[in-house]
């Protein structure tokens, strides 16, 4: 898919504040500082259309974007961030499953892990809870570039196999590095797959 348009509508304190659910919307989510809005900025071709940072916690609403004048993306906070106070986690877990939950028009969320790490608990337990909630899901792994293509590729079979102890059948996985810019094409031709443009 080509990207001619991508603008910013709003920023989100919860679900009912959202845009009018008219338009078919994909979200991305994953753990604080995974680089959710990096490679928002990299599929979109824009530097600084979601807000990144090397502090943790920076998108701290549900934030909007057009693009192509037809579909919604979705750049949710990031979960687990440990530095916040406990009643604040609480919170954004709230406005996030909320979201999932009550969101009519999301088509599919991209949990975002981290290439470099081997699963954690936080995501597995995430992506549990999306299985069971009946939330369709795809995994991206991200940073990439931070690793050597075979380390990459051993990272994700280790994935695959924890994966497969509790799933009979893995969801789609993309590897990406928003600093390289790989990976989103991939992405944007599922979007454009599942998708009535
Ligand atoms: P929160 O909004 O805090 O939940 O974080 P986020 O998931 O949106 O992460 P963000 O995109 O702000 O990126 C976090 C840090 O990781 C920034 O310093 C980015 O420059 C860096 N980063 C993100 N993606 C990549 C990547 O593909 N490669 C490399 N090398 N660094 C990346
Ligand atoms: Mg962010």
Not at 19 to 44: C, D, Q
Not at 141 to 162: C, H, M, S, W
Request: proline letters at 5%; aromatic letters at 10%; glycine letters at 6%.
């Amino acid at each position: 898919m080509q990207i001619k348009t991508a603008e910013f509508v709003k920023s989100s304190q919860k679900w009912q504040e959202c845009p009018e659910p008219n338009l078919p919307e994909y979200a991305f989510i994953g753990r604080s500082n995974v680089g959710k809005s990096s490679l928002i900025n990299a599929m979109m071709n824009h530097k600084d259309l979601a807000k990144t940072s090397q502090t943790p916690g920076k998108t701290q609403l549900i934030n909007h974007f057009l693009v192509n004048e037809n579909w919604y993306l979705t750049d949710l906070p990031g979960y687990g961030y440990a530095k916040v106070s406990k009643s604040l986690r609480k919170d954004f877990e709230k406005l996030i499953t909320n979201y999932i939950l009550n969101r009519k028009n999301l088509v599919n969320l991209f949990v975002l892990v981290d290439i470099r790490h081997t699963p954690q608990k936080i995501d597995l337990e995430f992506m549990q809870w999306c299985g069971e909630s009946g939330v369709p899901f795809s995994i991206v792994f991200t940073k990439a570039d931070k690793l050597k293509p075979g380390a990459a590729e051993k990272n994700v079979g280790i994935y695959k196999n924890d994966l497969l102890q509790t799933w009979e059948e893995l969801p789609d996985l993309y590897i990406t590095s928003a600093e390289k810019k790989t990976g989103g094409d991939l992405i944007l031709d599922y979007i454009q797959k599942t998708n009535d443009f």
